[in-house]
């Protein structure tokens, strides 16, 4: 009998995951098909940035591009132009042709924004230490500064549930780390995102900083990933100085 009802729970904890993952995603492709990635070409800029990632670059989640991380540096520097080739889906392997589409030779600053794909669908770690410097690289010989940002805590979006939230929070921090120890191979200002589960406001708060998906963030949370992008990097004053 007991074993009946363990498997029965078993059962239906599985059936409620797959129908919350399931929805996730649903309402995670509508929120990919409306969004736009922020760019910006002032006629008199001073300096230039290139974005390039995933969804995260494009700020997918956000109710206005203006609300993601890549506008709120164009609010913060109306003279740099900005061209964002990120693309929603993106793994870090295919950053590489972003740069190579690159409609300038060469940028004042990149901004990459990747990991998170990686990190959802396990691309397996040693491949992605080769990836991400072959990126870190490739970027270093588009720009003289680049700057790197990968996922924050996955296990602590509201589409992912327990069992598998804990699965995907190991997965996070194993990017994190390939990610920092990539970054300062190459010289490269990385932002931490991954706070773990005791500071963590976006597991506090998932109304405020998760899109209607509970996977990609809303525009509060991007704002509270570019006020650690500016914590953390020289980025903008780079952009500002030049």
Same mark, same amino acid.
């Given at each position: 009998?007991?074993?009946? &009802?363990?498997?029965? %729970? ?10 919350? @993952? ?14 736009? !990635?922020?760019?910006?070409?002032? %006629?008199? $800029? ?8 995933? /969804? ?5 989640? $956000? ?11 164009? /609010? ?10 990120? =693309? ?15 409609? &300038?030779?060469?940028?004042? !600053?990149? &901004? ?19 990836? @991400? ?8 010989? +588009? $720009? ?19 069992? =598998? !939230?804990?699965?995907?929070? %190991?997965?996070?921090?194993?990017? +994190?780390? +390939?990610?920092?120890? !990539? $970054? +300062?191979?190459?010289? =490269? ?21 998760? #899109? ?7 525009? #509060? ?9 500016? %914590? ?11």
């Amino acid at each position: 009998m007991l074993a009946s &009802l363990l498997g029965a %729970a078993v059962l239906a904890l599985a059936a409620y995951d797959g129908v919350v @993952i399931g929805r996730a995603l649903y309402v995670g492709g509508q929120l990919a098909r409306e969004s736009s !990635a922020y760019s910006q070409q002032p %006629a008199d $800029a001073t300096t230039t940035l290139l974005v390039v990632g995933d /969804s995260t670059g494009v700020g997918t989640g $956000a109710e206005d591009p203006a609300d993601s991380v890549a506008g709120r540096l164009g /609010s913060a520097l109306p003279g740099t132009r900005i061209d964002n080739l990120a =693309v929603n889906g993106a793994l870090t392997e295919d950053v590489l042709e972003q740069l190579r589409d690159a409609p &300038l030779p060469r940028y004042d !600053a990149i &901004l990459v924004q990747v990991g998170g794909n990686d990190a959802l669908r396990f691309t397996p770690l040693d491949r992605l230490e080769t990836d @991400i410097a072959a990126v870190l690289s490739r970027a270093g010989e +588009r $720009a003289p500064y680049t700057a790197l940002m990968s996922t924050g805590d996955l296990g602590a979006a509201p589409a992912l549930p327990w069992p =598998v !939230a804990p699965v995907y929070s %190991a997965r996070s921090r194993a990017v +994190r780390d +390939r990610f920092l120890a !990539a $970054a +300062r191979d190459h010289g =490269v200002d990385y932002v931490d995102l991954f706070t773990g589960s005791g500071d963590n406001g976006f597991r506090q708060e998932t109304d405020r900083y998760y #899109a209607r998906d509970g996977l990609h963030l809303s525009g #509060a949370g991007y704002g509270t990933w570019y006020d650690r992008l500016t %914590a953390a990097t020289a980025l903008p004053e780079r952009l500002q100085t030049r």
